[in-house]
């Protein structure tokens, strides 16, 4: 498909109309609702449906685009010069968790299941994208003295992203004695303590010293 993403997404009837059905995703499953059932819910003309998508795999489509155009913006609202590499894959790493822990099972099956070639398409797109921040960002920690200049770049992004990835998958989880969340905090604490240097986990320490300080206040 081959389009002009900012222009599309600059237009915010667009934007609302696919929340909208996202929306409707979420509610009923994306196998369950067809082009009539967007219309009907909606209250739009079948005739303005379908002047936006061609089809349901054009609409499924667009939403990964959406999508990847979300991400990228709030990607880009980070500035590498007023942070530094640790404080970047927090805010990274938090963000990738946040991003995949909003599709439930089901919508990621469905998505799957019956628009793979899409759904393969887009989270690779997506997993390349995040493996070259976590490069960039190793590069700018070892150049602070951050990170330990033996570090094996290519293999370290590989297992890192590897790991966000599948932390969601069913197969890696241990049944539900644990939660996402300590999952992902202790797979981060993990990848920081082994790439950094002594000064490096010092400005870790103080980091998560400081946010648990933070969440006592709001508690």
Not at 98 to 109: C, G, P
Request: glycine share 2%; hydrophobic share 40%.
């Amino acid at each position: 498909m081959k389009m002009n993403h900012i222009a599309i997404f600059n237009d915010q009837k667009l934007i609302t109309l696919l929340d909208q059905i996202v929306e409707l995703f979420y509610k009923f499953g994306i196998r369950n609702v067809n082009m009539d059932d967007i219309s009907h819910h909606l209250k739009i003309s079948k005739k303005t449906l379908y002047q936006s998508f061609k089809n349901k795999e054009d609409l499924i489509e667009k939403i990964f685009l959406y999508d990847s155009f979300k991400w990228k913006n709030k990607i880009s609202g980070i500035d590498p010069d007023k942070m530094n590499a640790i404080d970047i894959i927090i805010h990274v790493s938090t963000m990738v968790f946040e991003e995949m822990s909003r599709l439930d099972s089901k919508i990621k099956f469905e998505m799957r299941k019956y628009y793979e070639p899409l759904f393969n398409k887009y989270s690779l797109q997506k997993q390349e994208h995040i493996y070259n921040l976590i490069i960039k960002n190793l590069l700018k920690g070892k150049s602070e003295g951050l990170y330990r200049d033996d570090v094996d770049n290519e293999l370290t992004a590989t297992l890192y992203l590897k790991n966000l990835v599948e932390m969601h998958s069913i197969d890696y989880c241990f049944g539900n004695e644990i939660s996402f969340d300590k999952i992902f905090e202790v797979l981060f604490e993990n990848h920081i303590r082994a790439i950094s240097t002594p000064a490096g986990i010092a400005y870790f320490e103080k980091q998560k010293a400081e946010l648990s300080h933070l969440q006592k206040n709001i508690n």
